[in-house]
């Protein structure tokens, strides 16, 4: 069985004024469907680089990319945008949440460019609540929920899409700890739903949430290893 994620010689680099920067060097690996997986590495190490294109947010400079079948590193911007939209998920650090939209009203954000009809937006946005624990704040703000709350709102508008695949990029990094390990706690469960979860941080700590763990050191994959 192919695996859900497989990359061969990922490569990308970035120039910078007269120099150029090589982000990620010779990527190789093979993720199977169904892993919870954690990606760490110091500044500068090409972890987020990797996220990026793994999450079809950037096209590779050499190698291939295949995402559940399909080879993704070829593809123009329209091309990547689509396979983004129907298979990727994005929590990052800071919530990204509209000031002035309820918790429902932000979750169903991502229906909007989908063209999906209104009562099917407000119904899988409230589905969406339920699933993170959210039920009872469905018409809340974001200044009335807590820093906790506001990432399980993030992380309903990463899931609404029915995505394959839920990328975070450091998702605990604003909250205490407490409440991280809440929210590790629910990757973990959705990852036990279905959904495919990798984890990009440079604490111990949060990767401990996950099965396995890539540790990039200077553009290179260093280690490849499953969590005890």
């Given amino acids: ?17 007269p120099s150029e920067v090589r982000a990620l060097r010779d990527f190789t690996v093979n993720i199977d469907e169904g892993e919870f997986l954690a990606i760490m590495g110091p500044s500068g190490s090409g972890k987020s680089t990797c996220m990026h294109l793994l999450g079809c947010l950037d096209t590779p400079t050499a190698g291939r990319y295949v995402l559940a079948g ?5 593809l123009d911007r329209d091309g990547l945008a689509e396979t983004r939209n ?26 909007l460019y989908g063209a999906t009809p209104r009562q099917q937006r407000r119904d899988r946005a409230a589905a969406a609540l339920e699933a993170v624990g959210l039920s009872d704040r469905v018409h809340h703000l974001p200044t009335q929920l807590s820093g906790g709350q506001m990432q399980r709102v993030a992380i309903a508008r990463a899931i609404v899409n029915r995505p394959l695949l839920l990328l ?32 990009v941080t440079h604490e111990a700590e949060v990767a401990g949430f996950a099965r396995r763990v ?13 969590t005890p």
Avoid: C, H, W
Wanted: glycine share 8%; net charge negative; proline share 4%.
């Fill in 168 to 199: 975070a990029d450091e998702p605990t990094g604003a909250l205490d700890s407490r409440t991280g390990v809440e929210i590790l706690t629910l990757f973990q469960q959705l990852n036990a739903d279905g959904i495919n979860v990798i984890v």
């Fill in 1 to 17: 069985m192919p695996a859900f994620i497989e990359t061969e010689g990922l490569s990308k680099d970035y120039r910078v004024g």
């Fill in 86 to 111: 129907r298979q990727v998920g994005f929590v990052f650090q800071s919530f990204n949440l509209l000031p002035r939209a309820t918790a429902l009203k932000n979750v169903e954000l991502p229906l």
């Fill in 70 to 74: 399909q080879d993704v590193s070829r």
């Fill in 214 to 226: 890539l540790r990039f050191r200077d553009g290179l994959l260093e280690a490849d290893e499953a």
